[in-house]
């Protein structure tokens, strides 16, 4: 059920914030500051999303086998790997260091 | 006529290139998402209605650690809310009444706008030609990758709960060109970091949005 309403609501929010400028504010400018901070949303976010999904555990913050493979995606990412390489190698060196 | 089908037919063979990178990514995320305990049928839904990657594996992935649904669309719409200003660039040049123009927007994500940004101005069709491709492949890739999920086995033995992350890496690494971008990385980390141990599962990816008031100023 839960994953339903989001996936609807994902859906739906998504549609309007897509069809906004070619419906509604049709040739319209937005502010450069305006403009400024939205293009900051998606480093802001997918940092933190890093961040937590590495160190987060149920219960707070827990350091383990995550942070080696995804300290290996970040060397992979900045040699411009293709998505799939940088994903293989952060599961594949967290399985490999849970095995030691 | 002839001029407009060229336009469409253009936008479609300029995203080829970026066929396989998709595709890879749709079945990355049929797969986590999966994982993260959305079945087979949502994340496909997901795919063909929200239709906007990092978006939806940032949903997937806060439901996959126990997250409530509130936050993860309040993070699926915050990552997307760019596509307000991007659909700004793009208003003059979709045509048709407004129930077409709202479908074609559909078709606007970061990919298809990129091979239609011309020196001269956004090309409506092109991004229409190019965002179709793009569209079947994703939905069908979700497909792919949902179905094969089943496959792997354990997420955690295999070392799929860093698979995320490092989906989000990889977006994240180019978008990280100059002062401004990086600052706001930094410090959104930094808020959720002092968040983590004791706010509830979601809030610390919302409150790390205060970190684009590094843009309050030029």
């Known amino acids: ?100 | 006529m002839k001029a407009m089908e060229q336009g469409y037919r253009h936008g479609a063979r300029a995203i080829l290139p970026l066929i396989v990178p998709v595709i890879g990514f749709g079945v990355t995320f049929g797969v986590l998402a999966r994982e993260a305990g959305m079945g087979i049928l949502a994340p496909v839904v997901m795919s063909a209605t929200t239709f906007a990657g990092s978006a939806q594996f940032a949903a997937s992935s806060i439901l996959g650690v126990g997250g409530g649904a509130v936050a993860a669309i309040v993070a699926a719409l915050l990552l997307n809310a760019r596509y307000t200003p991007i659909g700004l660039t793009v208003a003059g040049a979709i045509e048709g009444p407004s129930w077409l123009r709202f479908l074609r927007s559909q078709l606007i994500v970061d990919e298809s706008w990129a091979v239609a940004t011309t020196p001269e101005g956004v090309d409506g069709r092109r991004l229409i030609g190019a965002g179709l491709v793009l569209y079947a492949t994703w939905v069908t890739s979700t497909l792919v990758g949902a179905l094969g999920a089943r496959i792997l086995g354990d997420p955690a033995t295999l070392g799929l709960d860093a698979a995320f992350p490092a989906v989000f890496v990889a977006l994240l690494v180019p978008q990280l060109a100059g002062r401004r971008p990086r600052l706001a990385a930094g410090l959104g980390a930094l808020i959720a970091l002092a968040l983590l141990p004791w706010a509830p599962a979601g809030v610390p990816v919302i409150a790390a949005t205060a970190a684009i008031l590094v843009g309050w100023s030029r």
């Open chain 1, 1 to 100: 059920m839960k994953v339903w309403v989001v996936v609807a609501a994902a859906g739906a929010g998504t549609a309007i914030l897509k069809a906004a400028g070619p419906l509604l504010l049709h040739g319209r400018p937005m502010s450069p500051r305006a403009q400024r901070m939205l293009s900051l949303l998606a480093p802001a976010l997918l940092s933190a999303l890093i961040l937590v999904q590495v160190l987060g555990v149920e219960d707070g913050i827990r350091f383990d086998e995550r942070l080696l493979g995804v300290g290996t995606a970040i060397v992979a990412a900045a040699l411009r790997a293709p998505i799939w390489v940088v994903v293989g190698v952060a599961a594949l060196v967290t399985a490999l260091a849970r095995l030691v």
